[in-house]
C-alpha cells in the first residue's frame, strides 16, 4: 500500500467518529447555542489532520471498471421540487446553460452541449457520503480549471460557488456549495455529465454535477445552474460557504 493511501485510510478512520455524531442528531446540534463551536474546533483539527497527513495537490485513488458499484445510489435531492428544473429535464436539458460570473474578466453561459465539446477527462473514484456509505463510479466532465481559464477571474477572487436548482427547505433556498482554487484547479475536479458511460443521470445531479473527488460527497453539489467567483462568503448564503456549512458542518471536508 502507497504511503498516499495509507495517510487516506488514516484520515477516514479519525472521521469515521464524526460521521457517527453527525448521523446521531447533526441538524439538531447545529441550531443549539454549543453546537457551532463543536463543529467549528473538529474542522480546525480536521484541517490540521489534513496537513500533517497528506497534500491538497496530491491525486485522489483512481480504481478501475471491475472495481465500479452495481448501483451508485442517489445522495441528497433524487429529482428537485422546481418548475423550471423540471422543464428543463421534460426537455432532455437542451434548452439548460450554465451561467460562469461574478469576479471574472468575461462572464459567459455555456450549453451542455458546449460543455461535452470541450477537453474531457474520466476518472473512477470512490464517493464517500457522510451518511456512512460509499459507492465507486465512472465519471467523465469537463476540468473546471478549463472553465475557468475561459471566464479569467479577476485577482480578487478566492472561492468558487456552486449555486444549483434544488430547493432545501419551506422557503426556497437552493443548494450552494463552494471551494477554493486548489481544489477548483485540481485536475480531479470536473464539471461531469456522465456516470458510468451514460447521461448523468437526473438523481444523480443531472444534466451537471462536480466532482471534487478529495473530499466527502456534500462538497459535490448537483443540479449546478449557476458558478460565481467570489472574493469572500460575505454574502452566500450564512457566510459559512455552503447549504450544510451554514447549518454547522465542516467547510473543508477532505477525506
Excluded at 485536475?187 to 454535477?209: C, I, M, S, W
Aim: glycine letters at 8%; one cysteine or more.
Amino acid at each position: 500500500m502507497s504511503i498516499d493511501i495509507r495517510r487516506r485510510v488514516v484520515l477516514r478512520r479519525l472521521l469515521a467518529g464524526a460521521s457517527t455524531v453527525a448521523l446521531a442528531g447533526c441538524d439538531a446540534i447545529s441550531r443549539s447555542s454549543w453546537g457551532p463551536r463543536v463543529f467549528q474546533a473538529g474542522e480546525y483539527a480536521n484541517r490540521l489532520a489534513q496537513r500533517l497527513l497528506t497534500s491538497r495537490t496530491s491525486m485522489a485513488q483512481e480504481f478501475t471498471e471491475a472495481d465500479l458499484s452495481p448501483v451508485f445510489r442517489s445522495n441528497g435531492t433524487a429529482f428537485p421540487d422546481d418548475a423550471a428544473y423540471r422543464a428543463l429535464a421534460a426537455n432532455h436539458f437542451r434548452d439548460w446553460k450554465l451561467r460562469v460570473d461574478g469576479l471574472v474578466h468575461r462572464p459567459m453561459e455555456l450549453s451542455l452541449a458546449q460543455l461535452r465539446s470541450m477537453p474531457n477527462r474520466t476518472q473512477i473514484t470512490r464517493h464517500d457520503c457522510v451518511e456512512g456509505w460509499s459507492a465507486i463510479g465512472k465519471w467523465k466532465g469537463v476540468p473546471l480549471s478549463a472553465v475557468l481559464d475561459l471566464v479569467r477571474p479577476v485577482s480578487t477572487a478566492r472561492f468558487v460557488v456552486f449555486h444549483c436548482a434544488d430547493p432545501m427547505d419551506e422557503a426556497g433556498t437552493r443548494y450552494y456549495e463552494s471551494i477554493d482554487f486548489e481544489d477548483a484547479y485540481h485536475p480531479q475536479t470536473l464539471l461531469a455529465y456522465e456516470l458510468n458511460d451514460r447521461p448523468l443521470p437526473v438523481a444523480n445531479g443531472a444534466p451537471v454535477r462536480v466532482r471534487i473527488e478529495r473530499q466527502l460527497g456534500y462538497k459535490m453539489a448537483k443540479y449546478i445552474m449557476r458558478i460565481e467567483l467570489v472574493e469572500s462568503f460575505a454574502r452566500i448564503g450564512e457566510g459559512r460557504g455552503g447549504y450544510w456549512e451554514d447549518q454547522g458542518y465542516e467547510w473543508y471536508a477532505g477525506i
